[in-house]
Nanobody, 126 residues
C-alpha cells in the first residue's frame, strides 16, 4: 500500500501537532500501522504502533503519555497526535504499514513493515 505522511512543521516546545498517514488503497484495513522517526545523524526508531482493528496500541517510552496513535479505517488514514512536544522530538516522521491477518497485533520492529510513507519533518524549537 502506498502511504502519504503529512502534518509536520515548525513548532515551539510544548505545542501540539497531528500527523496524518493517508492512502488511496481500500486494503488499508488489512494493515497494522506504525510511526517511526529519524533524527539527524541517528537511526530510524520506533515511535508508536496500532493494530489492524485499532484496538491495540503501543508506544516507545520516550513518547508514552504525550503521543496518541489512532486510525480511521473508513477514511483510510492513520494519525499521530503529538502533544507537549520537546526539542528532542525533532525528526523526520515516517508512517509504515504491515499487511497482516491478525487483527489485534501491532509491530515494533522496523523490518516487519512492508510499506512506507515518504516522511514529514517535525521541528521543535526550545
Amino acid at each position: 500500500v502506498q502511504l502519504q505522511a503529512s502534518g509536520g512543521g515548525l513548532v515551539q516546545a510544548g505545542d501540539s501537532l497531528r500527523l496524518s498517514c493517508a492512502t488511496s488503497r481500500r486494503t488499508f484495513g488489512s494493515y497494522a500501522m506504525g510511526w517511526f522517526r529519524q533524527a539527524p545523524g541517528k537511526e530510524r526508531e520506533f515511535v508508536a504502533a496500532i493494530s489492524q482493528n485499532g484496538g491495540t496500541t503501543y508506544y516507545s517510552d520516550s513518547v508514552k503519555g504525550r503521543f496518541t496513535i489512532s486510525r480511521d479505517n473508513a477514511k483510510i488514514t492513520a494519525y499521530l497526535q503529538m502533544n507537549s512536544l520537546k526539542p528532542e522530538d525533532t525528526a523526520v516522521y515516517y508512517c509504515a504499514g504491515k499487511r497482516t491477518v491478525y487483527t489485534g497485533n501491532y509491530y515494533l520492529d522496523i523490518h516487519e513493515y512492508d510499506s512506507w510513507g515518504q516522511g514529514t519533518l517535525v521541528t521543535v524549537s526550545s
